[in-house]
């Protein structure tokens, strides 16, 4: 071809390249990402912690801000954000929480279509515990004793629709073993329930677990994850035990108001995805024990119809009334 | 000792200017948001949560906790001027000593209240400090079984708030119980009374309630009169702006009983300074020699609910800094705290960093001098306040109260409510019901009705659990023993006066 034509094309070339540098969305005022939980709960912790990191390692040019909408179940936060049609300047961290609520609350006005997700951060394994003087060794010990006596062994959780009774509904339908589900609205409490003897099993994430185990007063039987996490080396994830359950992580990502131009949605997800790179997140996911789940906006919003159908059919089984 | 070895080395943390700085930084502030209504420590902490990554762990935990339990002092102030809960564990303070305002001993009310809460809060860092591990465990053999006697015990306490009718006070009791059980309910997931609105999904704040209930209804009231409002009467002189000694006196074993009761409920993960506050009124009304007298302006009804709502941050600090626990919204965030400062909450916290948590005792030690320092002389000061004339006190009640409803949620819905609250307040005093139990009947009730059904569930539907365990059958006991009283006294005042006209 000729010079002019590839002198062309290089510069075309170039630009494309540069393209991201170029992006025109940069922020200009102060950020709010908004939480559903009051200060000190899950998603609030994390966007804390982001807060720190980006600002610790000059990711963007404006400062960050928590911003606490908690009530209704994550839904109070929800509507916020999506009312917020267009407003380039906030963010929210989502959980699987956003995912499932609205599938059984008929008040919730929106839904995860309603928005513009950005970025999926992280998976949140978790461990099956009981207490360390407890007769169970692995997750076959518990759930033969479970068949054995149905409905007397008990586990401590969360709500109905929490991913502790989720997997719990799972076990039980693939194994035909049935225990009680006992909930605890805090993650205090559940963890008393059970070093006090007063349940015989809970779900929970290994951050919150690992001192309890590091101190012997509980012992991980089975883990809920894709691969064994490294402090658990022994223990069987759930499929390696035998059990043929979809792995349901706890999922926290980013997402955004709905109406914002393709770059906006650009400009966050290369930030994150650099933020994810920082050795201070690689070490913060190392400490909580949390899987990297990156995922940018279109394949996360794949994720939000598999995982929402999935819950679905999950809850129709489990017999909680489905509205939409 | 190896505790006052251990204890020491704690005030030598404790005692280096920069801890002083940051715990008087912390109680301080702790004060002035315990007497905003509405904003309270935990929304104050978590606010201040990035301020501290850039301190040493052990000065950001001496300023928090400094918030925390320096909360509990500011929340007496404006429950006793104004009638205005400060904060949730506020409300029982409002009964005797917003009485005792009226009466002209605002000063002795404030200056009760914190002596209360300085012995209190000191007895609570001194059982920390020595009885923190066992009494951990002990709080771990309290579930769910045991949980629902106390609240039982709690609500049997209505039969001491009830004044005149009993009638009308279970009545108030009911509805507090049904504005409990508003929004979704945790087991089946469904939504109760929600009127299909989404604002009413978490049911009712207990704030919104309370100053709907006293400190609005209180306006109202006081709106019904035509000519210049009644100014409620300012003490002269110095003398009678502080307790009296016999006062004091009185209130020995008030003093005592909010320490200990405090203390131990503060223990248990979930049971909050409001319980504690109303039992350790409900105890002193039962132990005093004048319990018709509770509600018309005594200071042992002011000395019991402040000491025990302070020395109940001693023990809520017990599961948290033992096990890694939290049992209330505040020391969830402390929890959080921990973590985002890198420390690793659980048994071992304390073995692994001790002069934190030797630090942190002492710390407080040193954090009630300094409360018991601001707050006494400050109480000529707040007690002028009375001196502002209704057409300016009114408003500034409606606005701090709208004010602070509003920075609960930043939602306006919750200001209607407030507005709704009032009036319903409002018509209770016209109609002589008393507003304490209906108080009582929302916060116990939604824990109450939780522990039933989590008991249940862990017996398979036996009821018996709650009397085969000894400590939950102990506390059911006295709860029916509570309520059989006003019968015991009703027929002892028979037999009295059977035995004077016969004899």
């Known amino acids: 071809m000729t010079l002019r034509t590839s002198i062309i094309m290089a510069a075309c070339a170039a630009a494309l390249a540069a393209g991201p540098a170029w992006a025109q969305f940069k922020p200009t005022k102060p950020v709010e990402i908004v939480v559903h939980t009051g200060p000190g709960g899950g998603a609030d912790v994390l966007a804390r912690f982001m807060t720190q990191l980006i600002e610790k390692e000059n990711l963007a040019p404006v400062r960050f801000q928590v911003n606490n ?29 956003w995912l499932t609520n609205p599938l059984v609350r008929a008040e919730a006005k929106f839904t995860l279509k309603d928005m513009q997700p950005v970025a999926r951060l992280v998976l949140e394994p978790a461990v099956v515990a009981v207490k360390a003087d407890a007769p169970f060794k692995t997750m076959k010990d518990f759930i033969e004793a479970a068949k054995k006596t149905p409905g007397t062994l008990k586990q401590s959780g969360g709500s109905q629709t929490s991913r502790d009774n989720v997997v719990r509904q799972l076990l039980m339908k693939s194994t035909g073993a049935n225990w009680a589900y006992i909930s605890f609205p805090g993650g205090g409490e559940r963890i008393a329930a059970l070093l006090g003897g007063h349940v015989n099993m809970m779900v929970i994430e290994p951050q919150e677990a690992g001192e309890h185990i590091k101190a012997g007063n509980m012992r991980v039987i089975a883990q809920v994850a894709e691969k064994r996490l490294a402090p658990y080396p022994n223990v069987p994830t759930l499929k390696e035990a035998g059990y043929e359950i979809p792995n349901v992580p706890q999922v926290r990502g980013v997402v955004m108001p709905s109406g914002v131009a393709p770059d906006v949605v650009a400009y966050y997800e290369d930030l994150f995805q650099r933020m994810v790179k920082t050795p201070t997140w690689r070490k913060y996911l190392e400490d909580q024990q949390f899987e990297d789940g990156f995922q940018k906006s279109v394949e996360l919003g794949k994720f939000f119809d598999t995982f929402t159908n999935q819950m679905r059919e999950i809850l129709k089984e489990a017999g909680t009334p489905v509205v939409r | 000792m190896d505790v006052l070895a251990n204890l020491g080395h704690g005030f ?20 002035v948001v315990g007497v905003m209504p ?23 935990l001496i300023m928090l906790a400094g918030i925390y339990y320096g909360a509990k002092y500011g929340g007496s102030t404006t429950a006793i001027l104004l009638n205005v809960p400060g ?30 809460s300085f012995i209190a809060g000191t007895v609570g860092v001194v059982a920390l ?97 035509r000519e210049e409002g009644t100014m409620l009467p300012v003490p002269k002189g110095l003398r009678n702006l502080l307790p009296t000694m016999a006062e004091l006196k009185a209130c020995r074993f008030a003093f005592l009983n909010g320490s200990v009761v405090g203390f131990i409920i503060g223990v248990l993960p979930g049971a909050g300074s409001t319980i504690a506050s109303f039992i350790s009124y409900g105890l002193e009304k039962v132990v005093s020699k004048h319990p018709e007298k509770f509600g018309t302006g005594v ?10 709502n302070n020395s109940e941050t001693g023990g809520a600090l017990v599961p948290l800094l033992t096990l890694g626990i939290p049992g209330s ?78 920075t609960v ?78 019968l015991f006294r009703k027929f002892n005042s028979w037999r009295v006066r059977a035995i004077e006209e016969n004899g």
């Open chain 1, 69 to 97: 909408r908690d009530g209704g179940g994550g839904l109070r936060a929800m509507a916020y954000v999506a009312e917020k049609k267009g407003d380039t300047h906030t963010i929210a961290i989502f959980t699987g929480n």
């Open chain 2, 12 to 31: 030598i943390v404790a005692l280096e200017p920069l801890n002083l700085f940051w715990c008087f930084a912390g109680v301080f502030l702790g004060t």
């Open chain 2, 38 to 60: 509405g904003l309270g420590p935990a929304a104050t902490i978590a606010m201040l949560l990035p301020l501290t990554f850039k301190m040493p762990p052990t000065s950001a």
């Open chain 2, 87 to 116: 904060e949730s564990a506020s409300v029982v303070t409002c009964l005797d000593g917003y009485q005792m305002a009226r009466k002209g001993r605002a000063g002795a009310a404030l200056g009760i209240a914190a002596i209360a």
């Open chain 2, 129 to 225: 400090m020595l009885v923190a591990p066992p009494l951990a465990k002990f709080g771990l053999a309290f579930s769910s079984p045991e949980y629902f006697a106390l609240m039982v015990l709690g609500l049997a306490m209505v039969v001491l708030l009830a004044g005149e009718s009993l009638v009308k006070a279970l009545l108030a009791m009911l509805v507090g119980l049904w504005i409990a059980g508003m929004g979704i309910d945790l087991f089946s997931d469904a939504s109760r009374f929600t009127f299909g609105n989404s604002e009413m999904l978490d049911g009712v704040d207990f704030v919104i309630v309370a100053i709907g209930v006293f400190a609005l209804s209180e306006v109202f009231a006081n709106m019904e009169q």
């Open chain 2, 299 to 308: 200071p042992e009804g002011v000395a019991a609910p402040e000491g025990a």
């Open chain 2, 329 to 406: 919204g505040t020391t969830a965030i402390l929890l959080a705290a921990f973590v985002l400062w890198g420390l690793k909450p659980g048994p071992l916290m304390i073995q692994d960093n001790p002069e934190l948590f030797w630090g942190l005792v002492a710390s407080m030690y040193v954090g009630n001098v300094m409360l018991l320092v601001l707050n006494l002389p400050l109480i000529p000061l707040f007690a002028q306040i009375l001196k502002l004339p209704s057409y300016l006190l009114y408003p500034i009640i409606l606005g701090i109260s709208l004010v602070g409803v509003y």
């Open chain 2, 409 to 486: 949620s930043s939602s306006l819905f919750d200001c209607y409510m407030l507005a709704a609250f009032g009036l319903l307040g409002y018509l209770m005093r016209r109609l002589d019901y008393p507003s304490a139990p209906l108080i009582l009947g929302l916060v116990l009730g939604d824990a109450m009705e939780r522990a039933l059904r989590q008991s249940l569930m862990m017996s398979q539907g036996d009821l018996g659990i709650l009397v085969s365990r000894p400590i939950s059958a102990t506390m059911l006991v006295l709860a029916v023993l509570l309520l059989i009283m006003p």
